[in-house]
């Protein structure tokens, strides 16, 4: 049986599935393990796991970092930096013969959700994840151009935070899983105080009014940890935008495919044309 491999490198947790069909959203999760955060071991445990499987017909990789211009590396990787500037495509293909694919794993999931999910009808739309760290990818037009994008990253007034990437202010030091977690001592798992979630939803209400106002994105697929494991999220986070956002409108809703789709994405990014892709 022809396998294909697809990949999810999150800054705490990989995931690896495999697929009979790179054109369907239907893949079989086979291993799961702590992502390491020295590139060379990752790489090892990678290439252990793919030895069981056998050979594949072509490998796609969704990792939580922003990608190389060409697509070939890890060019900013705030939750992994050992992996920055490592030749991870051309090591794949060199060991494994076959077509390898690596994006930015906002891009796997609005691929996902764009194909098989919940944008499947929208020209103008946006993929965010809500997890370690705070990510998003736009698609815009028809045929269609998928952008990855720093959303966390934008910078929020009056915020002295000091960001892991180094930037003093950005959304994610509010919004993201490490850096609260860091900050407050424990996990978010544990936070009962509903104040604690509409401060949060009122700093992410802020970047998305931002993702409006400069893209005319018109809807957003919500996935990632921390919107999976907290339903109220998605709600509240509408209405604060809704008190924001005037003379445009941007809805919310969740992300079909779930937690599965960065390793749908990474699927599917072996049937997408690199031109169709904005690094």
């Known amino acids: 049986m022809t396998n294909y491999i697809c990949i999810d490198v999150g800054g705490t947790t ?5 697929a009979e069909s790179s054109e369907r959203a239907e893949i079989t999760i086979v291993e799961r393990f702590p992502t390491q955060a020295k590139y060379e ?5 990678l290439h252990s796991i793919l030895v069981q499987i056998g050979q594949p017909a072509g490998i796609g990789l969704s990792l939580g970092g922003q990608m190389a211009r060409d697509g070939r590396s890890v060019a900013v990787a705030p939750n992994l930096p050992d ?9 794949l293909e060199q060991r494994w013969h076959c077509p390898v694919r690596l994006g930015h794993d906002t891009v796997c999931g609005l691929l996902a959700e764009k194909n098989f999910g919940a944008l499947q009808t929208s020209e103008r739309c946006a993929y965010l994840t809500l997890s370690t760290g705070t990510g998003a990818a736009i698609f815009l037009g028809s045929p269609g151009l998928a952008i990855s994008i720093e959303i966390g990253h934008q910078v929020l007034d009056s915020n002295p935070l000091i960001c892991l ?21 424990y996990e978010l798992t544990r936070i009962v105080d509903h104040g604690f979630w509409e401060q949060y939803c009122e700093k992410l209400a802020i970047g998305l009014v931002n993702l409006a106002h400069l893209t005319r994105v018109e809807l957003v697929a919500v996935s990632g940890s921390i919107a999976l494991k907290n339903e109220f999220l998605l709600p509240l986070l509408q209405r604060k935008i809704d008190e924001r956002l005037l003379n445009a409108r941007l809805t919310l809703t969740s992300a079909l495919l779930g937690e599965n789709a960065p390793l749908i994405g990474a699927l599917a990014l072996l049937q997408t044309p690199p031109e169709r892709i904005l690094h």
Not at 41 to 45: M, R
Not at 171 to 177: D, R
Request: aromatic fraction near 2%; charge should be negative; glycine fraction near 16%.
């Open 41 to 45: 071991l990752q790489l090892e445990a």
């Open 165 to 185: 990437c180094g930037q003093i202010g950005c959304l994610e030091t509010c919004t993201g899983g490490r850096q609260l977690e860091q900050r407050l001592g």
């Open 14 to 18: 990989t995931r690896i599935a495999t």
């Open 83 to 91: 992996y920055v500037g490592q030749p991870l495509v051309e090591t």
